[in-house]
């Protein structure tokens, strides 16, 4: 059964940091783009980051760029998204999504409707 889970989440300081793996099952990532997401108060889910292929196929929404990085680990199955500089707006539900690489580097990364696989999400908490 191909599924993938969030994990990392919690509570952090503003200006603190903050690494969420994405880890997949039932399928290996090689040929899989995984985006993260997240869905504030706003309820929106919004989205944040994506890597197609690898490491150098990456993007990034302007609201987290430089602020945000993603990485993968193909051999661990495993994609990151490491985040600095955390302010209390970024307070959130992280979720993170496969779909074919093809497809997204078609499609494009920032849209929910091309994602066939979502986790649970992860919470995290930017608070004093």
């Known amino acids: 059964q191909e599924q993938v889970v969030e994990s990392g989440g919690g509570l952090v300081t503003p200006g603190g940091s903050l690494t969420l793996s994405c880890t997949a099952s039932?399928?290996?990532?090689?040929?899989?783009?995984i985006g993260w997401f997240r869905q504030g108060l706003s309820n929106e889910r919004e989205a944040l980051a994506c890597t197609i292929r690898a490491d150098r196929d990456v993007y990034y929404a302007d609201s987290v760029k430089g602020r945000f990085t993603i990485s993968r680990d193909n051999a661990k199955n495993t994609v990151y998204l490491r985040m600095n500089s955390l302010k209390p707006d970024d307070t959130a539900v992280y979720y993170c999504a496969a779909a074919p690489s093809d497809t997204i580097a078609t499609m494009g990364w920032n849209r929910r409707l091309w994602y066939d696989y979502w986790g649970q999400g992860t919470h995290v908490t930017v608070s004093s």
């Open positions: 039932g399928f290996t990532l090689d040929d899989y783009a």
